[in-house]
């Protein structure tokens, strides 16, 4: 027997009547305690029971098997070693009556409090769109109606927004990919999440009977229009094989921690093809925030003077991008693209990089007919659209494009070819979720699942973009694009008011983890327009603690926000914040669809606190050092980086705020 794997056969068989336990530790004080003749396990964290009764469950050729239905059961425990870490394997195989191999694979990382479980399944001919890897009851809290719950959208389109809330009797809770239940009070809480995007759709879903016990189902092949975008059933996987995403579970004495280690998991598992980036943080404008659809060469080459001229100290690494959002077609004549290659020639010769963008799996121009000729093919638009139950997915304004078929992929590769040639450094891809969309029938056969597609259509237009530029996905799946892009908008749209703050907050107090998953994830466009001082301030903020600052005004146009953005957006106190490019944490995860109004960030002996007043009356800010993680004893100073003043730490515990106003303290430590 190979040493080096250390593999343990167990050729168990039971009677109905024995009872046998496979005792599996992982980190530290925990342990999974398997009942071999059940197929289902309990888990322990420092000796307090936080899973009972975990099983597995697959739909497999319209028949339910469950972990549950065996008696007879081989166990093979090996070592592994990965990314993530090390520990044992342990694959629990039973056999159903209708000859299909039932595998739960059980991942005891010895080196990280959580574990990873999946279900699989092998024969002939099998047919599977619903498996749950994990079903059971969490059983951590006294009374789960004082905890809260985790809800994490699929995209950031639509303006949804992430939910915490606390959790309700018989109500049951979605949440797409990842979720966490945690006493926001003590931090402590369970994060469970999918390790693997490329085939399932995956909700988690729990629902509270009784207030000790929690009942949780992790469901791949979960589809709905509210939360993924689908009006169709999710798609069937099929052959002689069929396995789950790989599930992490795990119960952490900080919710906060728990996200964090589930991001960096997520990266270690599905390893990054987009070019690893080794510049600057991004900063630079967009032409999305207040130009619009006035886009021209004349407004947008004035805006390159702007920066040029009046905002030389706004960079990263001597960088700043000018992006031209949609209408950037207004500088085409035909499929004459020279004034846009003018463009990016007069960005590098004022020592500015152009930017571009693009939504490539959509036709925002489908009313005008199916026998539309497509860029780069002979293939028509209607040909391309995803087909789905009813027709054809229309959504946002624009029909979906299916990302396996030819003439798609032709029309990028032409697109994309002549964006390249214009000398564009830096792209903005948006209205992914049109690529990920379930379909009835793929143009390519071998693709059943629309994470399949979005993996056949994200991988494509890599290889078209052949790393010749930064890649900034607006709206995109959450989890799933952490494969494909460097930068990701960590939202919706947002603009200028107090509102767009607190609305692309609410994102980071729950979202903030996947600064972990992504180089860099942004605040959209900053606008600062007629605003007053405390909004102007707050939006600014609202992009330093997300850990980029692309910014949005008319700079081609005379205002208030040319004097402002000189002072704000050349301030280095603030700038050195995003220079390593991390996002804060927040301080409080229990605000619904609102956001933490305090943020927390860790840069060597510097502890930066970002506090917010989203109201429209006076607050005060406290500032409990203990729940910020700060020793009061240590601090040797503190400055209020807005107003440039110095504070006495001395009996400093409580901040006063104006209507809509935002500050940023710098805690410096022994």
């Not at 759709?201 to 629902?207: F, S």
């Not at 949780?216 to 975008?229: D, F, I, N, P, Q």
């Amino acid at each position: 027997m190979n040493n080096l794997l250390k593999v343990i056969c167990l050729f168990l068989i039971f009677s109905n009547a024995s009872v046998f336990g496979q005792k599996i530790p992982f980190g530290k004080n925990s342990f999974i305690d398997y009942k071999a003749e059940k197929g289902t396990f309990d888990v322990s964290v420092n000796g307090k029971q936080v899973l009972k009764d975990g099983y597995s469950e697959v739909l497999v050729n319209n028949e339910m098997i469950s972990s549950r239905d065996f008696n007879r059961r081989t166990i093979v425990k090996k070592t592994f070693k990965n990314d993530t870490g090390t520990g044992q394997q342990y694959q629990f195989t039973g056999r159903s009556k209708s000859g299909v191999t039932f595998i739960q694979s059980i991942f005891a990382y010895s080196n990280h409090q959580f574990f990873v479980i999946k279900v699989s399944i092998s024969g002939t001919a099998l047919s599977s769109n619903q498996m749950f890897p994990l079903k059971g009851k969490l059983t951590a809290a006294d009374d789960f109606t004082n905890q809260t719950g985790l809800m994490v959208p699929f995209d950031n389109d639509t303006f949804i927004s992430y939910q915490a809330n606390l959790l309700s009797m018989e109500k049951e809770h979605v949440s797409s990919e990842v979720t966490s239940v945690y006493d926001n009070r003590t931090r402590k809480g369970y994060v469970i999440g999918t390790l693997n995007h490329d085939q399932w759709k995956t909700a988690l879903k729990t629902r509270l009977p009784v207030p000790q016990h929690l009942e949780l189902a992790v469901e791949c092949g979960y589809t709905s229009y509210e939360l993924t975008r689908d009006r169709s059933a999710h798609g069937y996987l099929k052959g002689n094989s069929i396995s789950s995403s790989g599930i992490l579970f795990g119960y952490f004495d900080d919710w906060r921690t728990g996200m964090e280690s589930y991001a960096k998991t997520v990266r270690e598992t599905e390893k990054p093809i987009v070019a690893n980036w080794t510049g600057a943080t991004p900063v630079g404008w967009n032409s999305w925030g207040v130009m619009q659809e006035k886009l021209s060469y004349e407004k947008v080459t004035q805006v390159v003077d702007f920066f040029a001229e009046n905002l030389k100290s706004f960079r990263m690494g001597n960088v700043a991008y000018i992006d031209l959002d949609s209408y950037w077609d207004n500088l085409l004549k035909g499929n004459d693209y020279s004034a846009l290659k003018k463009f990016a020639d007069y960005c590098k010769s004022k020592g500015l990089k152009p930017g571009i963008y693009w939504a490539p799996f959509t036709d925002w121009g489908f009313q005008g007919g199916a026998n539309r000729k497509a860029p780069g093919s002979d293939f028509t638009f209607g040909e391309m659209w995803t087909k789905v139950e009813g027709g054809f997915h229309d959504f946002d304004g624009a029909r979906a494009l299916d990302p396996t078929h030819p003439g798609t992929q032709k029309r990028i590769w032409s697109v994309i070819s002549n964006l390249k040639a214009c000398g564009f450094e830096m792209i903005k891809i948006d209205f992914l979720g049109h690529a990920a969309v379930e379909s009835t029938q793929f143009y390519n056969p071998k693709v059943s699942t629309g994470m399949q597609a979005y993996r056949v259509g994200m991988e494509y237009l890599l290889q078209c973009l052949d790393n010749k530029m930064l890649i900034y996905a607006a709206i995109s799946p959450s989890v799933a694009s952490g494969r494909y892009v460097q930068v990701r908008r960590i939202a919706c749209d947002a603009f200028k008011s107090i509102k767009d703050t607190e609305y692309t907050l609410n994102s980071v107090t729950n979202g903030w983890w996947q600064t972990y998953l992504y180089h860099y994830i942004d605040a959209d466009h900053v606008v600062l327009g007629n605003e007053g001082e405390a909004a102007n301030i707050s939006r600014t903020l609202s992009a330093i603690v997300t850990g980029t600052l692309i910014v949005g005004d008319d700079f081609s146009a005379n205002g208030p926000w040319k004097a402002n953005a000189q002072k704000l957006f050349q301030d280095q106190d603030l700038l050195q914040i995003i220079r390593d490019g991390k996002a804060f944490k927040p301080v409080d995860g229990n605000r619904g669809k609102s956001a933490s109004n305090q943020f927390i960030k860790e840069q060597g002996k510097v502890r930066y606190v970002a506090l917010f007043n989203y109201g429209n009356r006076s607050a005060i800010a406290p500032i409990d050092y203990s729940r910020l993680g700060i020793d009061e004893k240590s601090i040797v100073s503190i400055e209020d980086l807005i107003s440039h003043q110095p504070i006495n730490p001395i009996n400093y515990h409580q901040q006063a705020l104006q209507p809509a106003q935002a500050t940023m303290l710098k805690i410096t430590l022994k």
